[in-house]
């Protein structure tokens, strides 16, 4: 038993990173989670595995959440299995770094569609079904770079941007039906994304690291989970969560 018992979560790329983690923090809380992924079958299933083993109900579900169409029979299925939906965490993200000069349109619009596309797609599905339960709690993940933007990151940081102008709107038109909406801008995380950056520079960037250290996928979970369950009152926020990286005015 927990905060979230009886809530059901579908959290979008949960198969590893962030996602992951966040699944397994909302289960040990109580909830029900569809653990969403797009090409990492197995990962997925040793995250629904490992929850189910600890008590909770967990499903897998393929889609990828750029295209509309997987969206739809993803919630779908969410719904047949648990009967609804509570919490939706839009995790599931990608970037294709290159400087301004040199990005293809293909790798603007993929992270568009991936990151930001997705979101709309995601949230527009579920809100009927949250309706229905009498309210819900949207999670975007957003970033760091959204706030204060990046060299050879433009695609990422205007959908990291975008999404927090589409949780200002969101919150506002869905609170009357007792949907909150509400983004988490985490700085650098240890992951296969931060894996992914060169040595050299991961050194350069933890020296802007007030904490002195780069965050755990633990530290963003613990706070969305806060966010489904504490936080009542909580809606339109943009929370930010970087070891002081970046600290707003
Ligand atoms: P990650 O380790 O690269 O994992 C990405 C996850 O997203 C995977 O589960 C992947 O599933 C899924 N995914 C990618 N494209 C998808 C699609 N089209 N449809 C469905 N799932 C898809 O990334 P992460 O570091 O955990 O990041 C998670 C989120 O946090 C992202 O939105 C990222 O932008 C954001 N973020 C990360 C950091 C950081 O430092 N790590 C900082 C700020 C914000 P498959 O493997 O099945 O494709």
Redesign the pocket.
């Known amino acids: 038993m927990g905060p979230l018992t009886g809530k059901v979560a579908v959290v979008?790329?949960?198969?590893?990173?962030?996602?992951?983690s966040i699944a397994f923090e909302l289960a040990s809380s109580g909830a029900q989670v569809a653990v969403?992924?797009?090409?990492?079958?197995e990962?997925?299933m040793e995250v629904a595995r490992c929850i189910s083993s600890d008590g909770s109900r967990a499903v897998t579900v393929q889609?990828?959440?750029?295209r509309e169409e997987?969206v739809r029979r993803m919630v779908d299925e969410v719904v047949q299995e648990f009967g609804g939906v509570d919490i939706l965490v839009n995790?599931?993200?990608?970037?294709r770094d290159r400087t301004l000069r040199k990005m293809t349109s293909a790798e603007w619009h993929e992270v568009m569609r991936?990151?930001l596309d997705?979101v709309f797609y995601c949230t527009q599905a579920v809100v009927p079904h949250m309706s229905q339960r009498g309210g819900g709690v949207v999670v975007n993940?957003?970033?760091?770079?959204g706030r204060m933007g990046n060299v050879g990151q433009a695609n990422?940081a205007a959908s990291?941007a975008g999404m927090i102008g589409f949780t200002k709107a969101a919150a506002r038109e869905l609170a009357r039906d007792n949907i909150r909406v509400v983004a988490v801008?985490?700085?650098?995380?240890?992951?296969?994304?931060?894996a992914g950056v060169p040595e050299q520079a991961r050194e350069r960037l933890l020296t802007q690291v007030p904490l002195g250290r780069?965050?755990k996928?633990g530290d963003?979970a613990r706070l969305v989970r806060f966010l489904c369950s504490e936080a009542g009152w909580m809606t339109g926020a943009i929370l930010d969560l970087n070891g002081g990286h970046y600290i707003p005015s």
């Open positions: 979008t790329g949960a198969s590893r990173g962030l996602g992951r969403n992924y797009n090409t990492s079958a990962p997925a889609a990828d959440v750029s997987d995790n599931a993200g990608i970037n991936t990151n997705s993940m957003s970033s760091i770079i990422y990291k801008c985490p700085g650098f995380v240890e992951t296969d994304m931060l780069f965050g996928p963003v």
